[in-house]
């Protein structure tokens, strides 16, 4: 499969300080690729570093062309890169129309049509003599992304997208990514924080902390079999459940003698016990006092100290705080790597 | 006693009043004869004030197209580029504007006046070009011979340092990002350029504005070069003491002012509107060659004629017994300076406590009127100022009825524009009313003491012109504030004197320490008020300067205007120097 973006050794420091170190990335032609992460991580440089907003080190390729590597770098602006800013970068002055009449490239086949197109196809075409001050949110957004889609960029990067909007408008943003974005042939590199959004839109999800890429692959790997305990922790809800004598598919641990996929080091390491991972039982399993009981709509979420850690499970009644449940660990549990500390 | 604790802010309106305000009020209603319509239609029908108008205009319209030039590079050079020497670059930025503008038209004047050197070597070449000259005949070319490029481009070196600094305060408000998004769109520099321009049009406009409002009123280039506009007709007008037909010649002034004043307005509370708090626009790019321009924009619009100065004024004799002409200049007008650092000073320490005290109370008030208001008070020529403040008190000083009228008129104005509500409204008016016909009353002197003696006037009429500026700075420094850390000052249940010094005064502080350095920048240099104020027992620098030029020796002139530079300057440079450097955001 051809690469739609591969980035080889990339390193970043601002201020004296490295953000990102030696990192690699592979993302295939076409694919929608998200960047998972804390805040700090990193995210926002890389994308701005794959832009050439920011000096890095390292081979950048944009599909079949390198636009940067040891000897030459290609600047911004002839990068070909399309790019939504978390603030959106609009251009206060000028009208929807201005901001694409700005960018577009004149050469590419369909003229100022294409920007018609484009409009009508977000829905923003009434729109086009309104300044940035007069458009609602939701408006807004997609003229960023009209903006940045207009000359068909081979790569386009989104920077937190729906960080600044209400959770109407995220679906809203997700709608429009999915329907004008995914799958039309446009390599994309997105970078969230947001787990549901990652999960719904990526064909390959990049889980980032402390400028790196921790792990990669698609989203149900990734959420089924974390590679670390940085990210178990970092992916979905759930608790690392100390486990010892790791073998033969089977693990011990406070729930006792559980069902685990994988091996952990020297036979003892941690279990991703998900809330979908218990079942409250009346009989059997093992019994726990609930600290706390929280209502999320569909569900409650039932928090129990087992042990040291506090584990979670799904409920669909309410359960009293200091009330007494018995829980069973449902289908194997992952293993992430890492010992045992004393 | 607490219930009394009102009268103080309602007694200091009066006071207020009586002195910035009613002399204006005063004049009008004195000239509201002589202003009437047929008197005016008649004027302005005359082919004489037609031809000192349009002057006026097309050299505003000159000095304003000059202005931006000079500062439109300047500005997006030292905005967007990371320069070396960066802050001393800014310092000399700024200098242009601490020159006075008479002092630049003497220098100027020795470049290329009459008998300036560059006037020398253009002649030589067949070119005969001249400062005072217009581009044409005016008798023969209806166009080209009123316009007057020399005072023009002498204006612009002094003003354009406003168009620098109206478009770099809009700069770092640029979101970075929409910056780099240009940068991706893989349009050309000069494309990206049009864009940025686009982007600061505003800035752009409100600097440009300013320029034309202070190019349409400014005396002393025009005075020292013959140029035949309506300002010099009217200070002409005033300096006979005839106040209505000086304030008849005004009027075309003073409406063009009024239609800029509302524009500037209008331009303010869009930019205003528009700002959003993203993160600021530091510049990254490291640029030698924007140092370049800039230091050559500088030299050539003050470095050259400041150069021909300190030649004209001659060496410094560091180890000869023989004296420089900075020494003989020194000691003839020693008490000059004496009186000018005096006066300035009385007007800095006037108009601190009171701009703080004023612009925190119209923080709150965010109506259009205040600003145009404020802004329009800074609009009329400093010599209707004057001219008013002085019948003002030569009328008052003998008991006229008209001075007791409208000084209690105003000041019942103003101080019921001073409370909230209705009953609280009368109270501060009667008081401030109460107050301002007690200063004016010939019983109580005052009037006849500021007219005979003392520097009162001339303090109260530099305060009376460059107090708004002082008062509008503050307000948008207290509009600046967040309101919460103000909520929370509150109810920590602080004494509000207490929550001013400790709490409003650290936000405000800086803001405050520059309009002290603006105060007194401007009244030091001050000439045209001065002109008409000065009793003769005082003087004051500029109008010595002002005098000088043609009676005295020309190095003698020249050793002192680059004495009075260095004075104007040295506080605002070192206060410059002396600033903590920016952090970088992390």
């Known amino acids: 499969m051809k690469d739609g973006l591969s980035v080889v050794g990339l390193s970043v420091s601002l201020q004296g300080r490295p953000v990102l170190t030696q990192l690699d990335l592979v993302l295939p032609l076409g694919a929608y690729g998200v960047i998972l992460g804390p805040s700090g991580a990193g995210k926002s440089t890389l994308l701005r570093a794959v832009a050439g907003l920011v000096p890095s080190q390292g081979v950048i390729r944009i599909g079949r062309t390198t636009v940067q590597d040891g000897s030459a770098i290609v600047p911004p602006e002839r990068r070909g890169v399309g790019f939504v800013f978390q603030s959106l970068a609009l251009w206060p002055h000028l009208s929807v129309r201005g901001h694409l009449e700005f960018v577009l490239d004149r050469t590419l086949p369909g003229g100022p049509a294409r920007i018609d197109t484009l409009l009508r196809s977000l829905g923003i075409q009434s729109l086009e003599r309104r300044r940035p001050g007069e458009l609602s949110g939701g408006e807004r957004q997609r003229l960023a992304l009209a903006r940045a889609l207009v000359n068909d960029p081979p790569l386009l990067l989104l920077d937190e997208p729906t960080s600044s909007v209400d959770p109407s408008l995220k679906a809203e943003v997700a709608a429009i990514l999915t329907e ?82 994988g091996a952990g080091t020297a036979g003892a390491g941690y279990a991703l016990l998900r809330p979908e991972n218990l079942e409250i039982v009346k009989v059997g399993g093992v019994p726990v006092v609930v600290k706390a009981c929280i209502f999320l709509g569909p569900h409650y979420a039932v928090k129990a100290q087992l042990g040291e850690a506090v584990i979670e499970a799904h409920s669909s009644s309410r359960v009293e705080v200091g009330s007494e449940i018995r829980l069973v660990p449902r289908g194997a549990l992952a293993i992430v790597e890492g010992r045992i500390s004393s | ?131 005072r000259m217009p581009l044409g005949d005016p008798a023969t070319d209806p166009l080209l011979g009123h316009v007057y490029p020399g005072p023009a481009w002498i204006l612009a070196t002094t003003l354009f340092p406003i168009v620098v600094f109206a478009i770099r305060s809009g700069i770092p408000a640029l979101d970075p990002d929409a910056l780099a998004a240009a940068q991706l769109s893989g349009r050309g520099r000069w494309a990206r350029l049009r864009l940025v321009l686009g982007w600061l049009a505003l800035r752009i406009a409100g600097g440009a504005t300013l320029v034309f409002l202070l190019a349409l009123a400014s005396y002393p280039v025009v005075s020292l070069l013959d140029t035949p506009v309506l300002i010099q007709k009217i ?141 329009l008070l800074l609009a009329i020529p400093s010599a209707v100022v004057a001219a008013a403040l002085l019948s003002q008190a030569s009328e008052g000083a003998v008991g006229e009825p008209m001075v007791l009228l409208t000084s209690s008129v105003t000041a019942f104005g103003l101080g019921a524009l001073g409370a909230r509500k209705p009953r609280q409204r009368l109270a501060f008016g009667l008081v401030a009313s109460g107050v301002a016909a007690a200063l004016v009353h010939p019983s109580t002197g005052l009037l006849r003491v500021l007219q005979e003696r003392g520097c009162g006037l001339p303090v109260i009429g530099l305060l009376a012109l460059f107090l708004p500026l002082a008062v509008r700075m503050m307000r948008s420094a207290f509009a600046e504030i967040d309101p ?68 005295q020796r020309i190095e003698e002139v020249a050793a002192l205007c680059v004495l009075v530079v260095v004075a104007a300057a040295a506080p605002l440079v070192l206060a410059q120097l002396l600033r903590p450097a920016k952090r970088r955001p992390s």
Not at chain 2, 64 to 84: E, M, N, Y
Not at chain 2, 252 to 263: G, S, T
Request: some cysteine.
């Open chain 1, 180 to 261: 004008q974005v995914r799958g039309k042939g446009t390599t994309v590199l997105h970078v969230t924080h947001d787990q549901r959004e990652a999960f719904a839109l990526a064909d390959q999800v990049y889980v980032m902390t402390q400028g790196r890429i921790e792990q990669a692959g698609p989203p149900e790997q990734v959420y089924g079999a974390p590679a670390s305990r940085s990210v178990a922790k970092l992916i979905g809800s759930g608790t690392l459940l100390a486990v010892t004598g790791i073998g033969q598919g089977f693990a011990d641990s406070a729930l006792g003698r559980i069902p685990v996929l």
């Open chain 2, 1 to 131: 006693m607490r219930a009394f604790t009102w009268m103080l802010p309602a007694a200091l309106l009066g006071v207020l009043s009586t002195f910035l305000l009613a002399p204006l009020v005063a004049l009008a209603a004195r000239s509201a004869e002589a202003a009437s319509i047929p008197r005016v239609a008649e004027m302005m029908q005359r082919a004489e004030v037609q031809d000192l108008l349009g002057n006026s205009l097309l050299l505003a319209l000159l000095t304003t197209i000059f202005s931006l030039l000079l500062g439109i590079p300047v500005a997006l050079c030292l905005g967007f580029r990371r320069v070396p020497f960066s802050r001393c670059l800014e310092v000399a930025t700024i200098v242009p504007l601490l020159i006075p503008a008479h002092i630049h038209a003497i220098s100027w004047a020795r470049v290329i006046g009459d008998r300036g050197w560059l006037t020398k070597v253009l002649l030589d070449c067949g070119i005969k070009l001249n400062v």
């Open chain 2, 235 to 375: 200070f002409f007008t005033f300096s006979q003491v005839d106040q209505g037909g000086g304030l008849l010649m005004s009027l075309p002034l003073l409406a063009v002012a009024a239609v800029l004043v509302a524009a500037l307005s209008a331009i303010d509370r869009r930019i205003r509107s528009e700002s959003t708090r993203t993160a600021r626009f530091v510049p990254e790019v490291r640029s030698v060659g924007a140092a370049m321009i800039v230091l050559s924009i500088l030299t050539l619009s003050f470095g050259i004629p400041f150069a021909a100065l300190l030649r004209e004024a001659g060496p410094i004799h560091w180890f000869r017994a023989e004296p420089d002409n900075y020494q003989r200049v020194v000691a003839r007008v020693a008490p000059a300076f004496a009186d000018s650092f005096l006066i300035t000073g009385l007007v800095v320490l006037a108009a601190l406590p009171l701009a703080f005290v004023v612009g925190r109370r119209l923080a709150a008030d965010r109506r259009g009127l205040v600003e145009w208001g404020l802004l």
């Open chain 2, 484 to 551: 919460g850390a103000l909520e929370a000052a509150k109810l920590s249940g602080v004494s509000e004197v207490k929550r001013q010094f400790r709490i409003e005064l650290p936000f405000v502080r800086s803001t405050l320490l520059a309009a002290g350095l603006l105060v007194y920048l401007l009244a030091f240099t001050e000439l045209s008020a001065s002109l008409l104020l000065l009793r003769p027992s005082w003087q004051s620098v500029q109008v010595r300067i002002f005098n000088m030029v043609h009676y």
